[in-house]
T-cell receptor
Framework: GDSVTQMEGPVTLSEEAFLTINCTYT??????LFWYVQYPGEGLQLLLK???ADDKGSNKGFEATYRKETTSFHLEKGSVQVSDSAVYFC?????????????WGAGTKLIIKP | ETGVTQSPTHLIKTRGQQVTLRCSSQ?????VSWYQQALGQGPQFIFQ???????GRGNFPPRFSGLQFPNYSSELNVNALELDDSALYLC?????????????FGSGTRLTVV
């Protein structure tokens, strides 16, 4: 079945460092791909999405490109801030029994030190 | 526009009891999905409701049941609570084509079973 694999955390970086969080997926169809962020004590917020191959999603300085050839959707940011500390989830959505349930990775905790 | 609202925010129940969690969907959204997020893990799909009917179900036993009302709000009911049911329960609303639009999540209900 469909699945999402993320790099294990925690990932600890200094402020202004470059960030990459790896995400790969397996899917039988043509999924849409998402990154969600969860701040401490809060629910999940959609960070960015891409719905077809070679699409680039971007938001708040974060970017991810839908790579069908490598089945990847890595999250990147050029210069992280302390406020980016959170748990990041990669997810895919594909039709199953007429619904587009989200299949999630385990999450990657990001810690940014000043 | 209003977001997704869940109630209560926290709940403590005893094993064997029953619980009802509530969710108000975002304006303009007609589909509600419920997810269970255990500590340190990604969310797991419980079920989805569309037009007041169940529209897909994950690998959860029948003691997990739900309802959707004409105003698109929803309830999640869990009978015969077990210790392993302790988790964050997330409600997400979307338009029917959740694949492309992504989901809007509530902040969740933290259920503790003792």
């Amino acid at each position: 079945g469909d699945s999402v694999t993320q790099m294990e955390g925690p990932v600890t970086l200094s402020e202004e460092a470059f960030l990459t969080i790896n995400c790969t997926y397996t899917a039988t169809g043509y999924p849409s791909l998402f990154w969600y962020v969860q701040y401490p004590g809060e629910g999940l917020q959609l960070l960015l999405k891409a719905t077809k191959a070679d699409d680039k999603g971007s938001n708040k300085g974060f970017e991810a490109t839908y790579r069908k050839e490598t089945t990847s959707f890595h999250l990147e940011k050029g210069s992280v801030q302390v406020s980016d500390s959170a748990v990041y989830f990669c997810a895919l959505s594909d039709v199953r029994d007429s619904n587009y349930q989200l299949i999630w990775g385990a999450g990657t905790k990001l810690i940014i030190k000043p | 526009e209003t977001g997704v609202t869940q109630s209560p925010t926290h709940l403590i129940k005893t094993r064997g009891q029953q619980v009802t969690l509530r969710c108000s969907s975002q304006s303009g959204h007609n589909t509600v999905s419920w997810y269970q997020q255990a500590l340190g893990q990604g969310p797991q799909f419980i079920f989805q409701y569309y037009r007041e009917e169940e529209n897909g179900r994950g690998n959860f036993p029948p003691r997990f049941s739900g309802l959707q009302f004409p105003n698109y709000s929803s309830e999640l009911n869990v009978n015969a609570l077990e210790l392993d049911d302790s988790a964050l329960y997330l409600c997400a609303s979307s338009r029917k084509t959740g694949r492309d639009y992504g989901y809007t999540f509530g902040s969740g209900t933290r259920l503790t079973v003792v």
